[in-house]
Antibody, heavy 123, light 107 residues
């Protein structure tokens, strides 16, 4: 059974870079059919798709965050990572990693998800 | 971006009740709409994809319907394990966007 687990600091200072890693177990991140994604949930904005990456390194970002986001993949470790630069209090959220499923055309959903990790931006 | 609006924001119901949750898109999205269940401290899980297709392993008391801008998630007979937050997600356009969630509570 495929499982995803987020890890990283729970507290980041304003203006610094938030860095999280998602470890995939029970399956290969190099699967042909899937993108791997980051999603966050904050009280103010609800759920927000941050971006997705293919095992080859091809990425797709939310335009609202694109200037500050980098998603990378390490197939040797079966992990993918999120870097979000110049964070502010508005970036305080629970961050989830998830597998993006595709069933043809525009049928795209996320499953499974990790349990999420809370990141607080504060000095 | 496509805005997704769910109603109600919260709902109280009893075991055995039938409940429906609505998700409305700010523009037509065909049937590119998916429903999730989220329990506190747990990973969200997909229930319905493409508006009406039941994800493998999900009980048949869950069903989805709708197309265009208006969609419904129905639970035919609430079970104790169904009390959770439910949210919708569209995949017609990127960025993918989500509804704000509906919290289903025990009456």
């Amino acid at each position: 059974q495929l499982q995803l687990q987020e890890s990283g600091p729970g507290l980041v200072k304003p203006s610094e870079t938030l860095s999280l890693t998602c470890t995939v177990s029970g399956g290969s991140i190099s699967s042909n059919s899937y993108y791997w994604s980051w999603i966050r949930q904050s009280p103010g904005k609800g759920l927000e798709w941050i971006g997705s990456i293919y095992y080859s390194g091809n990425t797709w970002y939310n335009p609202s965050l694109k200037s500050r986001v980098t998603i990378s993949v390490d197939t040797s470790k079966n992990q993918f990572s999120l870097n979000l630069s110049s964070v502010t209090a508005a970036d305080t959220a629970v961050y989830y990693c998830a597998r993006r499923n595709w069933a043809g055309d525009k049928v795209v959903w996320f499953d499974p998800w990790g349990q999420g990790t809370l990141v607080i931006v504060s000095s | 971006d496509i805005q997704m609006t769910q109603s109600p924001s919260s709902l109280s119901a009893s075991v055995g009740d039938r409940v429906t949750i609505t998700c409305r898109a700010s523009q037509s999205i065909g049937t590119y709409l998916h429903w999730y269940q989220h329990k506190p401290g747990k990973a969200p899980k997909v229930l319905i994809y493409a508006a009406s297709s039941l994800q493998s392993g999900v009980p048949s008391r869950f069903s989805g319907s709708g197309s265009g801008t208006d969609f419904t998630l129905a639970i035919s007979s609430l079970q104790p394990e169904d009390f959770a937050t439910y949210f919708c997600q569209q995949s017609y356009n990127t960025p993918y966007t989500f509804g704000q969630g509906t919290k289903l509570e025990i009456k």
